[in-house]
């Protein structure tokens, strides 16, 4: 019977969440609930009680929560997060005596039972527990314990046996005899907001120069930042600013060469002018990077850097650290391939080899450094192509002492390789959005990601498009279909991105059938017209200060689809913790014709007066309507307006923030 | 990085079956199959291998099953158990470096690249395992090695590569560099055949007497041996067998007071005659007991013996071992109680006892006398009144020594707890069958105890009737109703139970408008006339027949529910675990009246060719009819036949086995 706690009888199980068991923390951002449930339950008929128990890992002793019976032996609790780093929790019950007590004397009572015999057992109980509280409360304890002890009337001293404050004294300082912890401690990996309400604007710094035919540079990037930030955007992504391989480089289009004068890609990082801790000459200097980064901060923007962890044939590390490598027979370093095809300006890293410790600290080193220099936010590049324990690792190790520090997961792979990026700790994930364009597609992606186990890991960041993919949905489409997909972007998903120039602009011409942009940037240098506004950029303007407005929009958790009678109408709710402040939002997933139908709100949901009308407010155009009851007509075009974002106007919910409402000009 | 595997790259989740991630053993019989199925990927682009670990406890070494790819990175493989006892199970996997050569250079290959360094690359991991393995083979592996360092024609080398021949040594003798091994040791709980195939008979020994008015003895019950195992029961179970507590004893209907000839409860266990250890001198001597089990084993029968861990206060433990019971205050101790109803006449054990260690070494030490004197079957009294922990530690220690005993949780109580008690470890569970009457009612829990992971660890035993419970399903119903319900038991579980004699004289009469029989045995002594045969009997012995000579109908696991277009037709296929046997039942669930509808057979789940004509053979009455196709009518009438059970004689199903056919005798 060694290691058994034979008179321990309550039983804890199930306890939720708990990612595989726990082997991963769950994820909050600051000021965030964690709302706990476990099957709790004991042997018998005896009542039990049962606390959540929480601390942040820097605190040494837990704060204790009361747990409540949900149904069918489910408990359940709530704490909030407050502070940045991770958060343990776990689970005490016990088989509370005293109350059962208290529901059996009651019982008996009313059955018209003699029970002296009884007030004599709760006086017991009562007198063990004056003897460890403090002097004032002992002397009320004895007081109440000496009154069972010789009764009155009895119902005197059932009223004294049921009053909450001995139940509260009981609770307080009642001894938790043979308590069962649950023997496992959870964690919560916890953020700053940022994690969870970001937007980003992705360009290629090289081509921001003013005049054509010029290197862009980091002060021509500082020189956009008031107009990017102007239209909402927070986080400025940049690809990679090192230096760039020359051996193997590729041309325009991904030609396998490329002209003497041609850039080659961001991501084939190193040459002899340095590697992964090195800038790109042409870019500017170390000083002109940091000129970026403090301008971002007067603009409420940071710049996100990109960590792509493969180098170009001449990075140093190739020659530094061979044995970070593989190596053919014929004395050539292995380069990137998925045969047939060769990527022969990209060498991976050995994630084998046998110094992977030092290899290991080198790279997060690379991390280090640039935190140092002011960068909080890292794109990870196809983070799935190397080893799992390293991400995990480093991540860990970074976040102890910089826990405000934030990594993007950019894996398109599949599912399981997504989930455990994220599960390791990566704050957000790049998502498969890119590719689900109809309703059905839509709500079911969006239902795994919010009301599955996925919700309590994985942060999801939406992007229509990226440098790297031009997707079917805007391929040759106008400019309804890519204000259709950043309105879903922007309302579905909290985090939402866009490889910004050539969306506003709408370019749409995919290289030779693929799913890729002609002429893509990561090959050659371009020149936009930043001054240009199109009515992308003005959507982008518009839903970007909703999202701002609106705390409904600022997570990804609280999500509700409504049904539609037009399969081309995607109609959903989103709302706050409180289910006061409510986004009623419909798209026309349609962007050649107009869809009209009747869509319903679900008003039992939200605690809202049937029979009664109310007003939603379109925050896109100010318009208002009147609605009433359930079913209600909504008509989109997709060249006037793709889609609605109504505050709902209900009488029960007072909400004293005025709507902010943005007004279309025409 | 301390405790980190750096260089393992596969990574091994989500592994099933594990119960509660592992802290509970699943469940087999001997010559069961375990399929263990998890997600298991690397980061990039390499192939990986995995295999799946087993061994019984006992073996020192694993034996290995590779396991195969299912879709989308979940894999599987299983292993059959064949020795009772526990089984452990895990997964290793590894990064296969060779696997991925011989993708990668067929590819290349294929595309007409240049592969002669792919080759050389090869040839050194070949040389590499040629070191290892016996030297003929190694002889074979050089010759190889050397081939592909001076290739003929890349053709010829490419076949070498990918030979199966050369796949298999490099698996077996491969060294498998930084291989994961999943952390934990999964358990299987094997036990014997009875465990999952059974069929109980429960009565009461002492109405068992010849003559009216006198006290049944073990002899009495043995003389009925060969008439129940005629009827095809296995199990004879008997309520508790030892002396009668006198104190508080319990009267006819439950009476609170006995007369003093009245027997009193059998769960009321002891008096100065003894405790658990001892036997009611009224039933015989323990060479009686003796006798009755040798008896039972001539007609491959079992007696399976009432555990009920409690007390009537006359009992030997109250006066000698006092600390194991509570005391009131007025220096009773304290009986069984749900305020405001008493029990005196039982008095629980107090499991929070500070003598926990010794209560719990008494309490097994009762179960280890009887499985000495042969008893191999306990069927547990109300085990969700006494600890877990006691009941895991108990049945852990006694499988130890005599894994061959079974143990049958008698509760009727919430889910979880009977969840968690099939868990600890019970071989069969009561079930909430007994209160399932309508098709949907069976159906949803029918699914649920087999086909969510509760089939894992759950072995439902199916009652009709407990001489605590005559259901509503059965109060002041005719013989149909009972024949439904035997049907039903005996077909949807593979273990199932009646209290035997008033079922198949089809008592009905509930005691004073609660779900309780009416003057019930547990108090009082009965007289049954044992020679009648009934409908009801002659039903019991064709469907125990039926259960004996067909395999899909001992286990619960493969059951499909048929579409039906009467809801009062519950249709369903059991199947073995080939599909080579189906037994398709239809049962009539309006008792009252004919009823007529169209089935479906799902064809294709069973692999059964569309437009063909095809035999089912009803094996009750010994019919057989043409179906073809899907859909098929069928007709019952209660009074007439309630259920057909038609064995499938489908062409590509070649079955040599004769369909054993039980004749009707009208």
């Keep these: 019977m060694k290691g058994i706690s034979g008179k321990s009888r309550a039983i804890i199980e199930h306890v939720k969440p708990a990612i595989d068991n726990g082997e991963f923390p769950i994820k909050r951002v600051e000021g965030e609930r964690v709302e706990v449930t476990a099957d709790i339950y004991c042997d018998g008929h005896d009542k039990i009680k049962a606390v959540l128990l929480y601390k942040h890992i820097k605190q040494r002793k837990w704060n204790e929560v009361p747990m409540h019976l949900i149904s069918n032996d ?23 005596h005293f109350a059962t007590w208290q529901h059996d004397i009651k019982r008996k009572f009313e059955a018209g039972q003699h029970i002296a015999t009884e007030l004599l057992m709760g006086a017991n109980m009562i007198l063990e527990v004056a003897e460890k509280s403090s002097t004032k409360l002992t002397q009320k304890l004895i ?4 009154q069972m002890q010789s009764p009155i009337d009895f119902q005197s001293e059932v009223n004294i046996a049921l009053s909450p404050e001995l139940s509260e004294q009981m609770y307080r300082y009642g001894h938790r005899s043979n308590a069962t912890m649950y023997p496992k401690l959870l964690k919560v990996q916890v953020e700053r907001q940022k994690a969870l309400f970001s937007t980003w604007y992705e360009l290629f710094p090289r081509s ?5 035919g010029q290197h862009g540079t ?5 020189h956009l930042l008031p107009r990017i930030s102007a239209l909402g955007f927070d986080v ?5 600013v090192h230096p760039i391989g020359t051996k193997f480089r590729k041309g325009k289009n991904n030609n396998v060469k490329a002209a003497p004068d041609e850039p080659g890609s961001p991501w084939a990082i190193g040459n002899k002018e340095g590697g992964h801790k090195a800038i790109h000459p042409q870019l500017g200097s170390l ?34 650290h061979p044995e970070w490598f593989k190596w053919r ?10 045969p047939p095809k060769k990527y022969q300006d990209i060498i991976p890293i050995n994630f084998e080899t046998d110094d992977w410790q030092n290899l290991w600290r080198e790279l997060k080193s690379v991390v280090d450094y640039w935190i140092l220099e002011g960068v909080k936010i890292f794109r990870v590049d196809n983070p799935h192509t190397k080893a799992f324990a390293f991400w995990q690792w480093m991540i860990a190790e970074v976040k102890k002492d ?7 997961s950019e894996a398109f792979t599949r599912p399981r390789i997504m989930e455990r990026l994220a599960k390791i700790g990566f704050s957000q994930s790049y998502t498969y959005f890119t590719w689900r364009n109809t309703g059905e597609e839509i709500k079911e992606y969006l239902i795994e990601l919010t009301s599955t186990e996925v919700v309590e890991y994985m942060r999801p960041n939406f992007w229509p498009n990226t440098p790297d993919i031009l997707p079917v949905s805007l391929e040759n489409k106008d400019e309804p279909a890519f204000i259709t997909r950043l309105l879903l972007a922007a309302t579905l998903s909290s985090n939402y991105g866009i490889y910004g120039p050539v969306f506003e602009l709408g370019l749409n011409e995919a290289y030779s059938g693929k799913e890729e942009y002609n002429q893509s940037e990561k090959y050659e240098i371009h020149h936009w017209d930043w001054s240009k506004e199109t009515k992308i950029t003005d959507a982008i303007r518009k839903v970007n200060l909703l999202r701002k407005g609106y705390k409904a929009l600022q997570q990804t958790r609280n999500l509700m689809f409504l049904n539609a009678d037009n399969a081309q109408l995607l109609a959903f709710i989103k709302y706050d913790d409180d289910k006061t402040e409510l986004i009623l939002t419909v798209i026309n997933l349609d962007t050649n014709n107009q869809q009209a139908g009747w869509i319903q709100v679900p008003l039992y949901l939200f605690h809202l007066p049937y029979g009664e009308a109310y007003t939603v407010h379109d925050l896109m155009t100010g318009n208002k309507y009147t609605w009433k009851d359930e079913w209600n007509y909504v008509m989109l075009h997709p060249n006037i307006a793709p889609a609605h974002m109504f505050h709902l106007e209900v009488n029960p919910i007072h909400n004293p923030k005025q709507p902010l409402v943005v007004n279309v000009v025409e």
């Excluded at 980091?218 to 500082?222: E, L, R």
């Excluded at 400025?236 to 990679?240: A, R, S």
């Excluded at 301008?295 to 180098?311: H, R």
Aim: aromatic share 18%.
């Design 74 to 96: 489910r408990w359940g609790a709530y704490f909030k997060t407050t502070q940045t780093g991770w958060y343990e929790y776990t689970i005490q019950a016990w088989v509370d």
């Design 236 to 240: 400025l992504y940049l690809p990679p």
């Design 402 to 408: 910089a826990p405000e520090v934030l990594f993007l």
């Design 208 to 212: 921001t120069a003013k005049e054509k």
């Design 287 to 320: 000083d002109d990077f940091r000129a970026l980064i403090a301008k971002a901060q007067e603009y409420n923007m940071e710049i996100a850097m990109d960590i792509a962890f493969q180098c170009s044939p001449d990075h140093p590390y190739v020659t530094e």
């Design 218 to 222: 980091f002060a021509d990037v500082a």
């Design 143 to 146: 007081g109440w314990a000496q």
């Design 329 to 338: 027979p014929d004395g050539t370093v292995q380069y990137a391939e998925n």
